[in-house]
């Protein structure tokens, strides 16, 4: 994310020399391979160690996973400035706030900030959070002002809050998509390439479902672990697939569709009955895709993993459309395609239908009924070798696909942006 910061440098204003220099640094080792890779930029100075930023920087940004980030402030933060400002882009803020209050010396500020997408996606319009932890309004300011050049849409929430919406947002979403993956590699399968995972719906699964395999294992890792909330809703999701999915082996056709159109009916109570007003709709849906098996050859699907979402949400009494100024696209993406299956009728009682009387998904969602509940115990044990080793695995079978899943999930996200803000 420090990368993308200065890629925006040129759009920051000049009429203050201060806000036109950015010092940084990575690790000792890497070094002179960072000092060479910004040797064009004027305006970037690149140290060996985060000592020699700290003492020489106004506003300071700590860009590290969340598990490190208390290690990293204990060694670098007593060297801070003077009356600097100091703040953090950690996915959780609790661990981060506590490093800062811990090691930072008492006149050092803290404003932190949180840009809610990945490095690949252009900020204009996208999400980023600002925390005022211990700052004075010029301080406050001057981070706002700062940080304006990327044309982010910007909020300002406490700690607490920006890590109570980021589980509501981003922990289920990831849990879902990271299981979609499990399944995928424990059954040998590219489901782009068969029919079973064809068109519509599908094609966000996958795309997303890639994109995330795609990033560094940290940045799920920190948000699920660390976030007290993310642990309880990780553990609902879980427990919402599998008796969702006991209801469809039982072949319980009465309970399962009670149980999941009053799920559909609270989570989307507030929201217009008509279908004019979706978020994401067919043409939309089925531009974007992987494979080349034809939409001739489309499968119906019960759709486990969307069911498991609403039922979950339901359950823990989020409402979804609540956050939607501070939601990451991937959770717009998720929250299209859940709403697109339970504001169709049609199409959610043959879901219903599928889920009883057909039994061809049976060992997709057996396996990713096994996943969920993985994920969910790793994050629960706070195994962070654990969470890498399974991410790791995942993310080798599928790295053939991840430059494509690139392309068609930026246009994705480009095209549901367009439809939300």
Not at 166 to 175: K, L, R
Not at 246 to 255: H, N
Request: hydrophobic share 35%; proline share 4%; charged share 25%.
């Amino acid at each position: 994310m420090s990368k993308l910061h200065i890629q925006w440098l040129p759009d920051w204003p000049k009429t203050n020399s201060k806000m036109c220099r950015v010092n940084a640094c990575d690790r000792e080792e890497r070094y002179d391979k960072l000092k060479e890779e910004f040797s064009e930029k004027k305006n970037v100075v690149i140290y060996p160690n985060g000592h020699l930023v700290s003492r020489a920087s106004d506003y300071i940004i700590y860009s590290v996973e969340a598990e490190a980030i208390g290690k990293v402030v204990a060694e670098y933060g007593p060297s801070t400035k003077q009356g600097a400002i100091v703040g953090g882009q950690t996915s959780c803020k609790a661990p981060e706030m506590e490093a800062f209050e811990k090691y930072l010396p008492e006149d050092v500020q803290i404003v932190s900030c949180h840009s809610l997408h990945g490095p690949n996606v252009d900020p204009k319009g996208q999400p980023l959070v600002l925390i005022r932890h211990r700052a004075t309004d010029e301080s406050y300011n001057l981070v706002s002002s700062i940080l304006s050049c990327f044309n982010s849409n910007m909020s300002t929430l406490t700690a607490q809050q920006h890590d109570r919406i980021t589980a509501d947002t981003q922990a289920v979403t990831h849990a879902a998509f990271l299981s979609m993956g499990t399944a995928w590699h424990a059954n040998s399968q590219f489901p782009w390439e068969i029919s079973r995972y064809v068109g519509g719906i599908e094609n966000v699964k996958i795309n997303v479902t890639l994109r995330i395999y795609s990033n560094k294992w940290h940045v799920y890792a920190g948000l699920a672990i660390l976030n007290p909330s993310a642990k309880e809703q990780i553990r609902q999701y879980a427990t919402s697939v599998t008796e969702l999915f006991k209801m469809m082996l039982s072949g319980d056709r009465e309970g399962l569709e009670k149980r999941i159109k009053t799920a559909g009916a609270t989570v989307f109570q507030h929201v217009d009955s008509s279908h004019e007003d979706l978020l994401l709709k067919d043409e939309v849906l089925d531009r974007f895709t992987l494979g080349t098996v034809g939409d001739e050859e489309r499968m119906p699907n019960n759709h486990l993993s969307l069911l498991g979402m609403v039922d979950c949400w339901w359950k823990l009494g989020i409402v979804p459309y609540d956050h939607m100024i501070c939601c990451t696209p991937l959770f717009r993406l998720w929250l299209g395609v859940t709403e697109y299956l339970f504001r169709k009728p049609g199409l959610l009682d043959e879901v219903i239908r599928i889920s009883i009387e057909d039994n061809t998904f049976r060992s997709d969602d057996l396996e990713f009924t096994f996943a969920a509940r993985g994920w969910s115990d790793c994050v629960s044990f706070g195994d962070f070798a654990s969470y890498r080793d399974r991410f790791e695995q995942i993310q080798s079978y599928f790295a053939p696909r991840f430059p494509e899943a690139t392309r068609v999930g930026n246009e994705m996200i480009r095209t549901i942006l367009e439809r939300t803000t």
